[in-house]
């Protein structure tokens, strides 16, 4: 089991080294949103399954679009 | 080896929060350093959750069937997570609510022009 | 320059993780706060779900702060984005196509029951008020998305998260005039992994799962409204 939790984590902080290079800051808040996603995979995977929802329904749901509207709202491109 | 494969977790969230804390010193834009701030909350809930956690057991709810003295995971560390999830988002919308009021402002979202605006 | 301090100062950081974290050992039991809980949880308040009883019983104070939390932002939010023009777009927007419609009319009574499900059944499942109060605002994002034009009715929403929160707080107080002190559980227990059963945990539940989601879709309302 520590092979999928392994490439789990690869994979989250993949993700958040990919946000920190976009220029292009929808390309950066649809990676936040991926490492939320990751997370909360990795809190299901560490038996705690109200965090898990939490962190879903939160973080890659309501903190991704509220990103988009701030987003939409000020310049799209990073100088 | 047998020693890193048992803490991968740690490894992940503790560079999480790294990667997090680069971005809120390192960048000049205003949205991704409170992206980078993101990342400092995702990274202390997972590190939180991964040291209440206690090998062979599981989770903390006592359903149909089980008896009453299942071994369980620690709920104190999950409890306080919870809290601090909802307390991310507010304060993430209220940060973010405050830069689109910069940028009506100053008319640009690099810190370093408007720390210049200031007399 | 700016980057070659970052660097060094994240490096400082990541040394004293590494310190730190190796004196943590992965995996062991290191219970200690929580052996009461678990093992009286059950009976002590008649919730199967221990994290539950430890939010809303045992560390209800902490809840009470955080819902506070979340309506200062939700006010602030409202309060820095204020503008005192109406900005009104010359061109209306462009509605969604029609399997978009259809399908969030099909859709969103099933998300309202399905987050309301959530925060009900707190005491026995996995969830609780904060989970089902953010699906019921991802229901709210969704006629967003779908329908450009429409506005959520503000007063109605503004009357259901103060009556809400103001319910909170009169349980809690209720529990003062029980003699028992304040947020405790003074009504019967009930048998564990009913749905009656818990006392005022799933009335709070209940409570906080409105607040939270008439405040979050509130947020998202301001955020698509005040150009």
New interface residues.
Partial sequence: MSVIEGILILLMLVAAVATSIFKDLISAVITCAAVSLLASLLFYLLDA??V???EA??GA??TT??FV??VR?TKRYEE | MQEMA??F??IGA?GL??IG??MV??KTNLIKIILGLSFLDTGTHVLLV??G???GRT??????GMS?TTA?V???P??LV??A???G???L??A???S??VYRHYGTLDVRNIRGLKW | M??A???L??AT??AA??VV?GH????????D??NH??QNG?RETGA?????S??VTY?GF??LG?VT??F???V??GA??FTEKKARDEEPKQKASLIVQTGTNLLFPFILLTGVY?FIHGH?????G??GG??I??GY?LLYLTWPDWRINRRRFNAVESLSGLAFVVLGVLGITYGMGFLANFLPLGT??TLFSAGIIPIIYIAIGLK?GSE?AG??G???ER?
């Fill in positions: 399954p109200d898990a929802m939490a329904a939160i749901g309501l679009a509220i509207l701030a709202k | 048992n803490s977790y740690y503790g929060i790294l804390l680069y010193l390192a991964a040291i956690y206690v090998r989770a903390p709810i006592f359903s149909e009453e369980v620690d709920p104190v999950q409890a919870l809290t999830i909802v307390i988002v507010g304060v919308s209220l973010l609510a405050l689109i009021q | 700016r980057k301090i970052a660097f100062l994240v950081v990541g993780f590494y974290l943590i050992p992965f995996g062991e039991d290191k219970i706060v929580a809980y678990i059950v199967v779900n221990i994290v539950t430890v939010v560390r902490d809840t955080e939390i979340l200062i932002a939700a602030g939010i820095v984005l959530v026995l499942t996995p969830g609780g904060f989970q953010a699906v605002a991802s994002l564990p992994n939270v979050l947020i998202v301001n955020l698509m150009e």
